[in-house]
């Protein structure tokens, strides 16, 4: 069944650590994206890309770093935890003109704790 | 720049009434795409209901409909006999021909659905 799978769903780590998130879709879209999600639950656009080797920032500045070596795959790093990146992350994919169809496939998200 | 407001934060409506989520939106496109994604706690993000800004008649999808008025440039969505399975964060999106596939998001409204 095509879908969006991020790893992990939960993670609760220490200040300082590296992390990765891991977001890999099965559905070929070439374009990615990133979103923080608030406690408030509003949506922030952190990073896109639209092929391999594309990758680009958002409109809220992120510390964190994506990169896309393969097409179905998106992850994305901190290379150094803090509490203030505490929040949910969320990943989607969408085809070429995604507003035709269903706009964006998201992931169930995964939510970082850092302490 | 495109935005997208989403007035309510916080709606509830009695189970198997109807509640009007409302939305709207600033644009200086024509032609552009409106979406209601639904978020249920800790689960996926899934699309709703979808409108094509050059088609008059509004979108139905089962107990979902929207009322598109483009020149007030409002998108509210109606959820008729709501069900406990409605219970979420409902988002709504904007995309433009310009946007290059980018979806820029509401502020989302939390409906809850009392029994």
């Known amino acids: 069944e095509a879908d969006i799978y991020q790893t992990p769903r939960y993670l609760v780590i220490g200040t300082g650590k590296k992390i990765t998130l891991e977001c890999s879709q099965t559905m070929g879209h070439d374009k990615m994206y990133w979103y923080q999600q608030d406690p408030g639950m509003e949506l922030h656009l952190i990073h896109y890309?639209?092929?391999?080797?594309?990758?680009e920032k958002g409109d809220l500045s992120s510390e964190s770093t994506v990169s896309r070596i393969r097409t179905e795959h998106f992850p994305l790093t901190l290379e150094s935890a803090r509490p203030s990146h505490t929040s949910q992350y969320l990943c989607?994919?969408?085809?070429?003109?995604?507003?035709?169809?269903?706009?964006?496939?998201f992931g169930s998200g995964t939510r970082l704790t850092v302490v | 720049a495109q935005t997208v407001t989403q007035s309510q934060p916080e709606m509830s409506v009695q189970e198997a009434e109807t509640v009007t989520l409302s939305c709207t939106y600033d644009?200086?496109?024509?032609?552009?795409?409106l979406f209601w994604y639904k978020q249920p706690p800790s689960r996926q993000m899934i699309l709703v209901i979808r409108q094509e800004a050059y088609k008059q008649q509004n979108a139905t999808e089962n107990r979902f409909s929207v009322n598109f008025q483009k020149a007030a440039k409002s998108f509210s969505l109606k959820i008729s006999d709501s069900q406990l399975g409605d219970a979420a964060m409902y988002f709504c999106a904007y995309t433009g021909d310009n946007a290059g596939n980018m979806l820029t998001f509401g502020g989302g409204t939390r409906l809850m659905v009392k029994p």
């Open positions: 989607a994919s969408s085809e070429e003109g995604a507003y035709l169809h269903g706009g964006y496939t």
């Open positions: 644009t200086s496109e024509s032609d552009y795409y």
């Open positions: 890309s639209y092929g391999v080797n594309s990758t």
